[in-house]
């Protein structure tokens, strides 16, 4: 009443009491509770119960099995009988110190590894040797032994081999005279590393499909030019001239929390396509729309969803937030499958608005059958039909086993969303955390799956660790955005200004990252790559518990001048080296395990431009070149150097179109190089590499495609003439083999023609004469000797030939 008097007589109006903010969860459940020691690695508080319970003395253990042990023993005869992994967790998760749980343990430790799950079986592992009380684990029947030559099975399998042998090798210490019997044999503990359960020769290791297999750019001179395709809108992020000036102001709903008010630029790290490679298929978006292409010859094989996704709404200002965002579609603009299925993010499409942020915070999640290209499934962003809560899907799926895992964002909190991919129904959501960003959404990269356990990067200053396939948590680490000895803190601004009309008022901004450039998150192993676009360390996690195993300061030090800029992204890695782009124009080499920096090499081209992202394919590393300069940079991936840099130039496309302007991406698969402008996408291979493609051919037809492409007209005219000296040809095939051999031919002898070898020209007619019985394709023959006189300038020929056509000499 005094604050509303007071507000009377100074002629303003009161201000009015701001609502409570609704939470997507419910801050009570312990579920959603996590602690930490170091105020870096958070851990769930259950962790915590069985670490206090673990600690008690044994007279307090043992009060605690009286009270406990029947319903554990219970809970476990069921588990066992039913076989639940699931089951097994809760006994041990509920009742942890008493007998029953330590059995449990053991026995989702052998489920888990015969499922593959080495990683959760680790884990599992960990709770039981490290946590549970020893006296305890030896009086429900466990030997410790065992449990650690699993934990070395797990870390073998895992292609761990040094980290196997190292725990071998601590396990025989503490037990030197003690045997192990595995499959059947009996091995001592001592001899067991040596042995040939721990070769890595033994181990029936699962090839990951190499990229760019058949490619081959560090001994080739030339690209040859496949394809392209240009899409509907080749502007996504034109600048547009502003309408209205001055400041924006944006207005959150009531009870509608929103934690950033700036968004990324739309002309920093141009641009944000990307190319997806499925089996015989490649697959990008036109906009918003998903087009599957042949990756040979370009045909488009389907395009799903209607045609305007396809068209884009130009935002009437660049001070409103965007649909198309490069740090954003670099994530979101992918497509996944899971062999059955196509799974895409539709951006927001509307018109641009001035009082919210939808553009960036409204998608949807669109299922298409792959056979057929029909819609099985969406799901909205804001499907308040279906009472389902207001998400924001911030990268495309991941596929894991019959699910699809996400990044999502929920009322400011991030976290890991499990949907089934069947049907889109939901399994679980696990939420991370709340807040980190200056950002109204934080770029997040796609969830990394790797034995079992899904990791998450919000790029908001968490890394999440979930089991991928029961959505509880492992581990988060809040990650060190500048140097601990090194960087320099920032303060964050945290103010908020208020809105008199309810809700909140926001002064919304362009922002900029201050860290890398917003990019993949990379899991090698045991080992966690991490680059975040907030913050200035390049850290290296353990994948298990979060702790860092090496980190470089990513910011260009005024101490020293070892490095000329500061480390803008993560080109990849190949599984023991990782290559980062320093500036724009140095990529430097770091050992993947250790840290060490080996080599620094200077790429070609104009200093201070952004090129676009490269990749890491078998051998080598990919770079494009400066915007405009139509290149490639190859180099060696390797620790000696460093080595020297290969440029190869990127053929144009005679189209009657100028070359796509701008930077690029670029992707990498078995034959193919794609690379990715702003307006479309360009497709190139080598000779070599296609030739290899041709050998494996499965059909003649095919195979004369392929060589073509390579250039290899001759070997392509060798196959289709085998083809039709068979007796067995149906007469469909016979004309369709002589058309295409004869057109190959008329190419070919014109080429020799120009050349100026008369002898070769015509007996490559010659060699197709013989094989042409249709009267149209006589006549086609005599026409393009015709066409070979006169590119011989050989007038007496060309006449001969001209009149043996015009007077009949060919069968009507």
Request: proline content about 5%.
């Amino acid at each position: 009443a005094k604050a509303a008097a007071k507000a009377k007589r100074s002629g303003r109006p009161k201000k009015p009491e701001l609502p409570k903010e609704e939470l997507p969860i419910d801050e009570e459940n312990p579920k959603y509770s996590v602690f930490s020691s170091d105020e870096r690695i958070y851990r769930p508080v259950a962790r915590l119960c069985h670490e206090l319970l673990a600690s008690m003395p044994p007279e307090g253990i043992g009060l605690y099995r009286v009270r406990y042990e029947n319903q554990a023993e219970v809970a476990l005869a069921e588990a066992t009988a039913k076989g639940d992994l699931a089951a097994l967790e809760a006994v041990y998760s509920n009742y942890f110190t008493t007998l029953s749980a330590a059995r449990a343990m053991a026995a989702a430790v052998d489920l888990l590894m015969d499922s593959g799950r080495f990683r959760a079986a680790l884990q599992t592992l960990d709770n039981l040797l490290e946590v549970y009380p020893e006296p305890a684990r030896r009086e429900a029947g466990l030997r410790d032994l065992e449990l650690r030559v699993k934990a070395a099975i797990c870390y073998q399998q895992l292609g761990e081999s040094d980290l196997a042998k190292e725990h071998i090798t601590q396990t025989g210490k503490l037990f030197p005279e003690a045997s192990v019997r595995l499959m059947g044999e009996l091995y001592t503990v001592k001899d067991l590393g040596a042995s040939e359960l721990f070769d890595d020769r033994a181990v029936a290791k699962v090839e990951r499909r190499a990229p760019a297999l058949a490619l081959d750019l560090l001994r080739t001179d030339q690209l040859r030019a496949l394809w392209e395709f240009r899409f509907t809108e080749m502007n996504p992020y034109k600048s547009q001239k502003s309408r209205q000036s001055g400041t924006r102001y944006y207005s959150s709903r009531v009870r509608k929390r929103v934690h950033g008010t700036q968004f990324p630029s739309h002309r920093e790290q141009m641009p944000g396509t990307t190319v997806s490679f499925h089996e015989g298929a490649v697959t990008f978006l036109d906009h918003f729309r998903p087009v599957i292409h042949d990756p040979m010859s370009g045909r488009q094989l389907m395009a799903l969803g209607e045609g305007e996704l396809a068209r884009m709404r130009q935002p009437s200002s660049d001070t409103v937030p965007r649909a198309r965002i490069p740090a954003y579609d670099w994530f979101d603009t992918r497509v996944a499958s899971d062999g059955a299925r196509y799974f895409v993010i539709e951006g927001y499409n509307g018109s641009t608005s001035t009082s919210s942020f939808n553009a960036l915070h409204q998608n949807t999640l669109v299922a298409y059958e792959e056979r057929t290209g029909k819609q099985v499934w969406r799901w909205l962003s804001t499907d308040t039909a279906n009472k389902k809560r207001s998400i924001t899907f911030l990268a495309t799926p991941t596929v894991h086993r019959n699910n699809l895992l996400l990044p999502f964002l929920d009322a400011g909190i991030y976290g890991i969303l499990c949907l089934r991919a069947a049907d889109g129904v939901e399994v679980y959501r696990t939420y991370l955390h709340s807040g980190g960003t200056d950002f109204a959404r934080a770029p997040s990269p796609q969830v990394v799956v790797s034995s079992g356990v899904a990791y998450c990067l919000t790029n908001a200053g968490v890394l999440g660790a979930v089991d991928a396939n029961t959505g509880q948590l492992s581990w988060s680490r809040r990650y060190e955005r500048v140097h601990p000895q090194r960087g320099k803190a920032t303060r964050r601004s945290t103010r908020r200004n208020s809105n008199m009309w309810g809700g909140y008022a926001f002064v919304a901004t362009v922002g900029r990252f201050r860290g890398f450039a917003p990019g993949d998150l990379y899991v090698a192993g045991d080992h966690i790559i991490l680059a975040p676009a907030d913050g200035t360390v390049l850290l290296c996690l353990n994948s298990a518990n979060g702790a860092v195993l090496w980190m470089h300061d990513a910011a260009q030090s005024s101490m020293h001048s070892v490095l000329p800029d500061k480390l803008t992204h993560v080109v990849g890695h190949n599984g023991s080296l990782l290559f980062v782009m320093v500036g724009n124009n140095h990529l430097m080499c770091i050992g993947l395990r250790n840290g060490v920096r080996y080599w620094l090499a200077a790429v070609p081209g104009t200093e201070g431009d952004w090129r676009g992202r490269g990749c890491v394919t078998r051998g080598y590393v990919l770079i494009p070149g400066r915007p405009g300069a139509r290149q490639v940079h190859a180099i060696a991936a390797e620790a000696k150097g460093p080595p020297t840099f290969r440029t190869l130039a990127l053929p144009e496309f005679s189209i009657g179109k100028g070359p796509l302007p701008g930077p690029a991406n670029l992707f990498a698969h078995d034959a193919y190089l794609a690379v990715a402008y702003e307006g479309g996408i360009e497709f190139y291979s080598t000779a070599d590499a296609l030739s290899r493609i041709a050998a494996g051919a499965g059909n003649p037809t095919e195979r004369a495609r392929v060589l073509l492409h390579a250039g290899k007209l001759q070997d392509a005219l060798q196959v289709l003439g085998a083809e039709l000296e068979r007796k067995d040809l149906d007469a469909a095939a016979r004309s369709r083999f002589a058309t295409r051999a004869l057109s190959i031919a008329g190419e070919l002898a014109t080429r020799k023609a120009k050349a100026g070898n008369r002898e070769a020209a015509l007996a490559v007619l010659d060699q197709v004469a013989p094989k042409i019985d249709e009267p149209r394709l006589e006549l086609r023959l005599h026409l393009l000797r015709l066409q070979v006189f006169r590119a011989l300038n050989d007038p007496i020929g060309a006449e001969r030939e001209q009149e043996f056509i015009e007077t009949g000499g060919v069968k009507k």
